[in-house]
């Protein structure tokens, strides 16, 4: 058997590992699309590293993009094999990959109206929103907890990893030959400090684990400190400086989190009254996805609703779809919060409100989550004085706050509590992905003090054999 890794290899994103078993069946673990500046995201997208005609299946631990958007181009490029995932994973990727197919197709038009001014070679969407509908059709839905047979060689379970609504770990039992293997992928680690969503589950033994190692180095800050802190922000952005506060927030996770600690705010007469837009059409089904789904709910948030049936609705809460509706917002000279996408400011809404704000001293932009350096959340977070922002170039002069509790990926003392269900002597060898490399330096001194041996920090594109 052999583990290859073609995405989340010392970086954070285009989550991709191929299991190839010795008959030659080839299961896909994720299949994410690469973010952020620092590598030429073009060519790593456009080019898989294997062939897609040869994947048999693909097995996905959640929606988010960076583990789900490359789907429609495996697809486009002849894979043809079933996608299994959770009831909800599968509700959010009906929206998501649209919606990521509609960025691609309507980032493609607005960059080509500058190269073709230019007299340069217009480009091309990775897929588009037809590549996405037709993707839609390869996916089957397993529940959490339930071992599966898919074939001959190959079972999978589902548990719940706590990050978004659905994620989970990926838990597969592979036939090689005359020997047996227990894989676990963690996907990406959640919370158990999450407002909304159950903790991380205890997942089965295995004797290879291939695990996230986002915040490897650090620690977050703890609620209910998180929640004053914000409360802080909001009002010196708002009241003291008089400016509009942009947080940019990935759509799915993070603007419900958000607009969760909001509601409590002003469910407690806390909260200044300002006008307050989710201006995001993905946020917007992601939110009545996640109404739909309370059996993942935990019980803080079950307790909560029984006093407010709405946790994701308050008065001056806009949720905006429109495109003119957007614009509008920016022609506002008044105080607001605008929450839109994507988190790392690599396309959509947000984009466009950091072009008509960021370059007005009085506003701020609140960065609440992970940013991958090369991203343009990651240069503001690390103190660019001027980012590109659709190829042109912006001074940043508005306040920019980091405010990282509301992260929906564990830091290391979350991860190595997730991970210590497991009997670490049976573990042959630990595979650590999604990560910048030297957090995850970092982290693997930090596993091997914990008793974990055999930590390997995997090249992109190397296959190990197991």
Not at 46 to 55: D, L, Q, R, T
Not at 386 to 391: A, P, S, T, Y
Request: proline share 4%; glycine share 8%.
């Amino acid at each position: 058997m052999q583990i290859g890794f073609f995405g989340a290899a010392k970086q954070v994103t285009g989550s991709k590992h191929l299991i190839t078993l010795k008959s030659g069946k080839k299961i896909l673990l994720d299949c994410g699309l690469f973010q952020g500046k620092a590598i030429d995201t073009d060519k790593y997208n456009s080019h898989f590293g294997f062939n897609p005609k040869e994947i048999d299946v693909l097995i996905l631990s959640h929606a988010h993009i960076d583990h789900s958007g490359l789907i429609p181009r495996l697809v486009k490029e002849g894979f043809n094999g079933r996608i299994y995932c959770t009831p909800a994973t599968k509700d959010l990727c009906d929206i998501m990959l649209l919606d990521s197919a509609h960025i691609q197709e309507a980032d493609a038009r607005y960059m080509n109206k500058s190269l073709i001014a230019k007299g340069k070679k217009p480009i091309k969407p990775l897929y588009t929103i037809e590549d996405a509908n037709r993707s839609l059709e390869y996916f089957s839905t397993i529940p959490y907890n339930q071992v599966t047979q898919l074939d001959d060689d190959l079972w999978v379970e589902f548990t719940d990893a706590g990050h978004i609504l659905g994620s989970a770990v990926v838990n597969v039992r592979v036939k090689d030959g005359r020997q047996y293997h227990r894989i676990a992928f963690t996907g990406d680690i959640g919370r158990y400090t999450n407002r909304i969503l159950k903790a991380p589950q205890p997942f089965p033994q295995c004797d290879y684990l291939i695990a996230e190692s986002t915040y490897g180095n650090r620690t977050h800050v703890k609620p209910p400190k998180a929640k004053d802190r914000l409360l802080e922000v909001v009002h010196k952005a708002c009241i003291e400086k008089e400016g509009k506060l942009i947080i940019p927030a990935f759509s799915v996770g993070r603007t419900q989190e958000i607009v969760s600690v909001l509601n409590d705010l002003e469910f407690e007469g806390k909260l200044p009254h300002l006008k307050v837009f989710v201006d995001s059409p993905l946020a917007v089904n992601a939110t009545n996805i996640l109404k739909k789904h309370p059996n993942c709910f935990n019980s803080r948030m079950k307790n909560f609703m029984k006093d407010d049936d709405d946790p994701f609705g308050f008065n001056g809460l806009s949720y905006v779809r429109d495109v003119e509706a957007s614009k509008a917002i920016n022609k506002l000279r008044e105080p607001c919060i605008i929450i839109s996408s994507s988190g790392m400011i690599e396309g959509g809404r947000i984009v466009h409100h950091l072009i008509n704000n960021i370059e007005n001293k009085k506003n701020t932009i609140l960065i609440v989550g992970y940013c991958s350096k090369s991203s343009v959340g990651g240069q503001l977070v690390n103190g660019a004085k001027e980012v590109r922002l659709f190829g042109d170039p912006y001074k940043v002069k508005a306040e920019v706050r980091i405010l990282n509790p509301f992260s929906a990926h564990g830091d290391y003392e979350e991860m190595i509590k997730f991970l210590e269900c497991q009997e670490k002597h049976i573990i042959k060898k630990t595979f650590l992905v999604h990560g910048d490399e030297e957090v995850m330096e970092v982290y693997k001194e930090k596993l091997e003090q914990k008793g974990f041996h055999n930590v390997v920090i995997p090249d992109f594109k190397k296959t190990y054999e197991i």
